[in-house]
């Protein structure tokens, strides 16, 4: 597992990440699709996960989408890989205990492939 890989998969994301709510994008409240231009995503939190995750699965590196509560109390989905949470709300990536220090609750996570089961943590 490689820690500089993650860290530049988030870095690479984030840098043209423009946040859009499903709502306002698709006329849903909620939509999950996984963005073809991983460079540059319109989204909400779970397209920045999903394209974190389609980055990180053409290097070979296991990862977990996750639903958590975040400290306001909110929904949102971010991605676990190797311990670390890549976040589309964090300039970098933080190990979960770290986010759960500043009020993130993990709620649910996925399996490692698409259409596997969530797990309650």
């Not at 991605?79 to 964090?90: F, K």
């Amino acid at each position: 597992m490689s820690k500089d890989t993650i860290d530049a998969i988030h870095k690479r994301v984030l840098k043209n990440f423009e946040y859009v709510t499903d709502k306002k994008q698709y006329g849903k409240i909620e939509k999950w699709v996984t963005p073809e231009d991983v460079d540059n995503v319109t989204g909400d939190c779970e397209d920045f996960a999903l394209a974190c995750r389609k980055l990180l699965r053409e290097t070979d590196l296991p990862s977990r989408l996750v639903f958590c509560l975040d400290e306001t109390g909110e929904g949102h989905a971010v991605l676990e890989s190797g311990g670390w949470i890549l976040d589309n709300r964090q300039r970098k990536v933080l190990s979960k205990q770290k986010l759960e220090k500043i009020g993130y609750r993990f709620v649910l996570i996925s399996g490692f492939e698409p259409g596997d089961p969530w797990h309650k943590l």
